[in-house]
C-alpha cells in the first residue's frame, strides 16, 4: 500500500514544485573577455555550475583569439618566426571557416584585414582617415588567398600577412558554447557575446526568447523590431556599430579589403537570423560588404538557411524569410 | 502493525487465501490508509504548497525590487537599489546616476564614449557598458522582462 502511495505524493510535490522550480534554477552571469560582453543566462541544468564552465570556456578562447592579446595564440601567430606554424584544433577551424567565408563571399570578407584595421584603428581616442600611401601599403598585405589550411598546420605565402577573426570569432565561440550547454543537457539558455545573440532551446515555459534589434544610430539599447527565436542565433552588423565623422564625412568600421576605405553601402545594418552561429557573424558582414541584391544572390547559389532584415539609409527594413 | 486494534485486520502481505478473507483484507487497508497515510500525504501536500508560496512570494519580491549591479572587469563592484536616487563614482573612470528608477552613465573617461550614448536602464536584464574600462551596469533581480536580450 505504502509503495503505491508514495509516488503519487512524489508527482504531486514536483507538480507544485515545477511551477516555480524553472525560476530557482537560473543562473547568469555577465563577463569582459576578448574586450567583448559576454552575457550568458542559463535556465535548465545545473545552471551555477554550467555558467561557471561558460565562462572558463570564454577564458580559453580569449587566449586563442585575441589578435590584441599579447601571448594569445593569434598572437603568436601573427608574430611568428616561420611561415608554417602548428595550431590548436579550434584556432584551424575558425581560420578554416573564415577562408571559406573568404571564398564564398568572392574576397569581400578577409580575415587578413588586420594591417588595415589597426591603420584605421576605429578604437582611438581620437581617430583620423589614414593617408592613402599609407592604405596602400596596407592594402599590400592583405589578401587571404595567401593564407591555407592543411590539417592543424597554417601556411602563409608571405610573412607580412596577418589574421584578424573579428569577423567570425564570436561566432565561432558562442556555437561552442551552445555546443557544450546541450552536450550537458542543458536546454534553456541564452548567450549574447558582444551583440551577437545565441539561443539554447526555448524558454523554461516552451515559448521562444523575445531577442530585441538595435536601432541603427539611435542610443545604445533603443529597439526597432522584436524577433522569436529558439535553437537559433541573431547576429546584426552596421555602420552604425563604430565610426567617426572627420571633415564632414562619415568613416565606419567595415572596411573593404578591395579599396582599403570604409565600404560605400546603403546598408545601415543587416541582422542573420540561422541555426549556424559561424555562418551568421560572418554573413551579417558580408551582407554589408557586398549588397543587398549580392547578397540575395550569395544566399541563393549557397542555399543559406537563414533570415534576413536589411535596413537602408532610409530606414526600410526589408526581411528575407524562407 | 494493526494487531490487537482489531482482531480481523491482517496485515496485507498474508498468505494467499481467497474467497472471503481478501475481501476482508482490502477493507483493512482502506482502514490503514486511512490512518497513517492520509497524515503523511497531508504533510507532503502542505509542505510542498508551503515551498510553493513561499517561491511565488520570493519571486514577486525579487521582480518588485530590481537592482543596480555594477561590475568592473569580471568582479561585482557594488549592488544598489534603484529605488533611491544617488550618483555613484566607478573608481576614476566613470560616474554613474540612478534617478527615479532608471540608471544612466553620466560621465565615462573612455575615448569612445559609447556608453554615454547608451539609453537609460531600468528593467532587468538590460545593461550600458564601457568597455574601453571594462565596466557593466546591468539590472538584476526582476522577472517581468520584455526582452531578453538585444543583438547590437
Known amino acids: ?322 | 502493525m494493526a494487531e490487537g486494534l482489531d482482531e480481523n485486520i491482517k496485515p496485507i502481505s498474508a498468505e494467499d487465501d481467497f474467497g472471503e478473507e481478501k475481501s476482508y483484507n482490502i477493507k483493512s487497508g482502506i482502514a490503514l490508509w486511512r490512518r497513517a497515510d492520509l497524515i503523511l500525504i497531508c504533510f507532503w501536500i502542505f509542505f510542498a504548497l508551503g515551498l510553493f508560496l513561499f517561491s511565488i512570494f520570493n519571486i514577486k519580491n525579487a521582480a518588485e525590487n530590481p537592482k543596480l549591479e555594477i561590475l568592473i572587469g569580471n568582479e561585482i563592484y557594488g549592488e544598489y537599489e534603484l529605488s533611491e536616487d544617488r550618483t555613484i563614482n566607478i573608481g576614476d573612470g566613470n560616474i554613474c546616476e540612478i534617478k527615479n528608477g532608471s540608471v544612466r552613465m553620466t560621465y565615462a573617461d573612455c575615448p569612445d564614449k559609447t556608453c554615454l550614448h547608451s539609453r537609460e536602464i531600468s528593467k532587468a536584464g538590460e545593461s550600458i557598458v564601457c568597455l574601453p574600462n571594462h565596466v557593466v551596469l546591468k539590472i538584476t533581480g526582476g522577472s517581468d522582462r520584455e526582452i531578453d536580450t538585444v543583438a547590437e
Open chain 1, 1 to 322: 500500500m505504502k509503495s503505491s502511495l508514495f509516488p503519487i505524493v512524489f508527482i504531486l510535490y514536483i507538480i507544485l514544485l515545477s511551477g516555480c522550480g524553472a525560476e530557482g534554477k537560473e543562473a547568469s552571469g555577465t563577463g569582459v573577455y576578448f574586450d567583448t560582453v559576454v552575457d550568458i543566462r542559463i535556465c535548465d541544468g545545473d545552471a551555477d555550475k554550467l555558467l561557471a564552465e561558460c565562462f572558463d570556456i570564454c577564458e580559453e578562447m580569449e587566449n586563442v583569439f585575441s589578435a590584441q592579446k599579447e601571448g594569445s595564440e593569434l598572437y603568436r601567430l601573427n608574430h611568428r618566426n616561420s611561415n608554417s606554424v602548428e595550431v590548436s584544433d579550434n584556432l584551424a577551424s575558425c581560420i578554416k571557416a573564415g577562408l571559406y567565408y573568404g571564398e564564398i563571399s568572392e574576397g569581400a570578407f578577409d580575415i587578413t584585414v588586420l594591417p588595415l584595421r589597426e591603420l584605421w584603428d576605429f578604437e582611438a581616442e581620437d581617430p583620423s582617415v589614414p593617408s592613402e600611401s599609407e592604405i596602400k601599403e596596407a592594402l599590400k598585405k592583405v589578401d587571404y588567398q595567401k593564407v591555407h589550411c592543411e590539417g592543424n598546420t597554417i601556411i602563409f605565402d608571405d610573412s607580412d600577412t596577418q589574421i584578424d577573426l573579428g569577423g567570425i570569432a564570436k561566432g565561432y565561440i558562442s556555437a561552442k558554447l551552445k555546443a557544450y550547454l546541450l552536450e550537458q543537457g542543458c536546454n534553456s539558455a541564452l548567450i549574447n557575446l558582444g551583440g551577437n545573440v545565441s539561443a539554447v532551446g526555448s524558454k523554461t515555459d516552451g515559448s521562444e526568447w523575445n531577442v530585441g534589434i538595435q536601432e541603427p544610430f539611435a542610443e545604445r539599447g533603443t529597439v526597432f523590431d522584436t524577433v522569436q527565436i529558439d535553437n537559433r542565433c541573431v547576429v546584426s552588423s552596421g555602420t552604425y556599430e563604430r565610426y567617426f565623422t572627420a571633415d564632414g564625412k562619415q568613416y565606419h568600421h567595415i572596411l573593404d579589403p578591395g579599396t582599403g576605405y570604409p565600404v560605400e553601402t546603403k546598408l545601415q545594418q543587416v541582422s542573420v537570423i540561422g541555426t549556424d552561429d559561424v555562418l551568421c557573424d560572418a554573413l551579417s558582414t558580408i551582407c554589408v560588404l557586398i549588397g543587398e541584391d549580392r547578397a540575395l544572390e550569395l544566399i541563393e547559389n549557397e542555399a543559406l538557411d537563414v533570415e534576413v532584415i536589411f535596413i537602408d539609409n532610409n530606414h526600410e527594413e526589408k526581411w528575407l524569410r524562407d
